[in-house]
């Protein structure tokens, strides 16, 4: 098994207190992290994307079917045509990301901020004081650096998701009425 290391809770090891650990695997790493911070140490850093989750699902399942409800009702393609949800899933896919790039850089700075000896950050105080911060110092479009990667992440993947959901929706109803 090959040895590889890394700078506990994610830290550049240019931040200051950082404590390298040298690893044999996952399991090793979940129990140092363990022994050293608790059970609580497991879980540092979830609460920041919490908000990220829930303001993805939300818009990517409202998208999704509010979308497809006005695709339908303007008759661009047939009534049950497949075109309607690929389109409404690639809408909510652009919507997704637009909603989602803002918390996943907060999240990002949450978790490779330098800590203290006791594991508190010292550069935010939770997600909206990370969001804030890089607002007033980057503008409104430090809250989207990596908008294309982003894309690249998510659009696929809530395009295949919704489309094949809705796919098997149809199937589903087809068959059970």
């Not at 850093?45 to 699902?57: A, C, E, T």
């Amino acid at each position: 098994m090959a040895t590889f290391s890394i700078a506990e809770g994610n830290i550049p090891a240019s931040c200051g207190n950082v404590m390298v650990l040298n690893l044999q695997g996952m399991f090793q790493a979940l129990t140092q992290i363990g022994q050293k911070h608790g059970r609580v140490g497991l879980w540092r850093g979830s609460l920041g994307g919490l908000p990220r989750v829930v303001i993805g699902s939300s818009a990517q399942l409202c998208t999704f079917s509010s979308t497809k409800d006005l695709i339908s009702q303007w008759e661009v393609f047939p009534s049950q045509s497949w075109k309607v949800a690929l389109v409404a899933a690639m809408v909510s896919g652009i919507v997704v990301v637009l909603a989602m790039t803002p918390f996943d850089i907060a999240s990002t700075r949450l978790y490779n901020q330098p800590t203290d000896g006791g594991g508190k950050g010292l550069m935010y105080r939770g997600i909206l004081d990370a969001l804030l911060q890089t607002a007033r110092t980057e503008g409104i479009w430090g809250l989207y650096k990596g908008i294309g990667a982003s894309y690249f992440h998510l659009g696929p993947h809530t395009i295949l998701s919704l489309f094949f959901w809705d796919q098997l929706h149809s199937l589903y109803s087809k068959y059970t009425e």
